[in-house]
């Protein structure tokens, strides 16, 4: 059998027609070998969609983006249609468009009460209609921040049926009456994410009915979420002090709640079939009240409070319900959180603002390089289970952890450096990776001096991961600055189980995720389990 691949390999890339004859490899045939995809440090088979894609929606990280129709700032810049074209040929599932009323009874899309340009809704649908399955075959979820009057939503849901036609899921699957579908059963369709009124049930009802002027009113009461945190953080406080000071029953606040009303077009409405916006409030109140096809938007900072003090009960919401995560309005620069700190606990969509370079979104391509780059990666088997007792901050209880070992060999024509009119970086490589906490750890190579072009290391580096299913690896190329902090030269991240054992060369990647070939870092990977 290693004959046989052997042969292959010679056929396949020794370029001398003797020396193929012979049966062997010259040199240039094993540098050619070793720059082509066979030798790549990510595995082919992690290259195509090999996941079971026909769970329910929400067993599944989806690739999500925030303010989708911004490329820059978030008060200033302009909208363009790029950042939905750009977003959706990176394999994101998840795009959000920000409605307004316009002139002349066209709605618009941009960020409301800023000075950001504005778009025409009906052109930012035909400019997904037209690059939705371009990249991946499976679901697009459009998620509609909606401020627009009744009228206005009438035309935005003409211009959804209009545009998409059958593409546009605008009923529930009958063999999906009461559970989400599949990301295999919803192929090639287009799923609306906006306030709705009404049930599944009511809604089928009055398919192809006239409903031009139907408009419902409903209040919306919302409880702050922080009160949920104030609550835990009293009673835990509560509990520190209960050995010193006895204490019969428990007395708080009453918590702040907010009313408004709220119209609803019905012809919009009608259009949201699984994926209904619901305002979250408590994990108790989703446990008792929250349907299944009603997912919640949570802002980082009250995301970021829960997982730590309700780790467990937000996973256990998560493995139910499709849980949004969207950057606080503070990050007017359009900087991203670390999306990982909520991928650990489930969340499915993580959106984060794709037209901001930097770690955040090294992250994120890295992640969604998994399962072909659909978009759509099987969450662990611990994050799904109905009973699991995982816990992301804390050390994990009956894990099958991986050794890692990587020997960073050598680098190859590595990036120049922008302070240096010659190659003569100071190079070093720092390793990475992300994960649960107790999984987070960085190491690095010594520095060679002024040699970017073929720096060699030959130094290994070992890491035990007790989290796999959750870590990435992160292999960053920099030039060492003593005065100004070290100049990022290039970067790759992918899963760890995505790793290929052996010699194997990690391409390189600009800040802006552009590809840096043939600069390329060449290593020996083993892991065991």
């Given amino acids: 059998m290693t004959t046989n691949i052997a042969f292959e390999i010679i056929q396949k890339y020794e370029p001398i027609e003797e020396v193929k004859r012979a049966h062997q490899m010259s040199f240039e045939g094993f540098t050619r070998y070793m720059g082509s995809p066979e030798c790549l440090v990510f595995k082919t088979d992690c290259g195509k969609v090999y996941q079971d894609m026909t769970q329910p929606l929400n067993d599944y990280f989806i690739s999500s983006s925030h303010n989708t129709y911004l490329v820059s700032d978030q008060l200033l810049g ?9 977003a959706l040929v990176k394999g994101c599932r998840c795009l959000e468009i920000d409605c307004w009323d ?50 206005q ?76 945190v104030k609550e835990s953080q009293a009673l835990a406080v509560l509990e520190d002090n209960s050995e010193k000071e006895p204490r019969a029953t428990l007395v708080t606040g009453l918590p702040l709640f907010r009313r408004r009303r709220v119209k609803v077009a019905m012809a919009l409405s009608d259009l949201v079939i699984y994926t209904k916006a619901e305002k979250f409030r408590s994990f108790r109140h989703s446990r008792l009240y929250q349907q299944f096809n009603e997912s919640n938007s949570i802002g980082e900072s009250e995301a970021r409070k829960l997982s730590k003090l309700k780790a467990q009960e937000f996973i256990l919401h998560t493995r139910k ?19 990982q700190e909520f991928w650990n606990i489930g969340c499915q969509m993580v959106a984060l603002n794709f037209q901001t370079p930097g770690l955040p979104m090294d992250l ?49 024509q590595l990036p120049p450096s922008y302070h240096s009119s010659s190659n003569k970086a100071d190079t070093l490589v720092v390793l990475e990776i992300f994960g649960v906490p107790n999984d987070h750890v960085k190491q690095q190579t010594r520095v060679i001096k002024r040699n970017a072009f073929c720096p060699r290391w030959n130094e290994t ?21 003593l005065i100004t902090g070290n100049e990022f030269l290039g970067q790759y991240t992918l899963p760890v189980l995505c790793m290929n054992r052996g010699y194997r060369r990690v391409p390189l990647f600009s800040k802006l995720g552009e590809s840096l070939e043939p600069a390329a870092l060449f290593i020996y990977v083993w892991y065991i389990r």
């Avoid at 302009?78 to 750009?86: E, F, I």
């Avoid at 620069?333 to 999306?339: G, I, L």
């Avoid at 659909?374 to 050390?395: A, M, V, W």
């Fill in 78 to 86: 302009p909208s363009d249609l790029w950042g939905y074209v750009s």
């Fill in 102 to 151: 316009g002139s002349r009874n066209e709605p618009v899309v941009y960020h409301g009460y800023t000075l950001t340009s504005k778009l025409l809704f009906k052109t930012v649908i035909q400019a997904i209609q037209k690059y939705a399955f371009i990249t991946s075959d499976y679901p697009v979820v459009l998620s509609l921040e909606n401020h627009c009057s009744p009228s």
């Fill in 153 to 228: 939503q009438e035309v935005m849901a003409d211009i959804l049926q209009s545009v998409f036609g059958d593409a546009l899921l605008s009923d529930m699957l009958d063999d999906f009456p009461d559970k989400l579908p599949s990301p295999q059963a919803l192929k090639f369709k287009i799923l609306v994410r906006n306030k709705k009124i009404g049930s599944l049930r009511e809604t089928r009802e009055r398919k192809g009915s006239d409903k031009h002027g139907q408009v419902e009113e409903y209040e919306e009461t919302d409880q702050d979420v922080d009160d949920e």
């Fill in 321 to 339: 319900f499709i849980t949004r995560i969207y950057p606080k309005a503070t990050r007017a620069n359009s900087s991203n959180f670390n999306p």
């Fill in 364 to 412: 994120q391509n890295g992640k969604f390089l998994d399962n072909g780059g659909s978009g759509y990666i099987l969450k662990p088997q611990f994050l799904r289970d109905i009973e699991t007792q995982f816990n992301p901050n804390e050390t994990p209880k009956d894990v099958d952890p991986v050794t890692l070992t990587i020997r960073l060999i050598s680098g190859i």
């Fill in 461 to 481: 580096f070992t890491f035990i991961i007790q989290v796999p299913e959750l870590a990435l690896m992160r292999f960053v190329v920099e030039n060492q600055g």
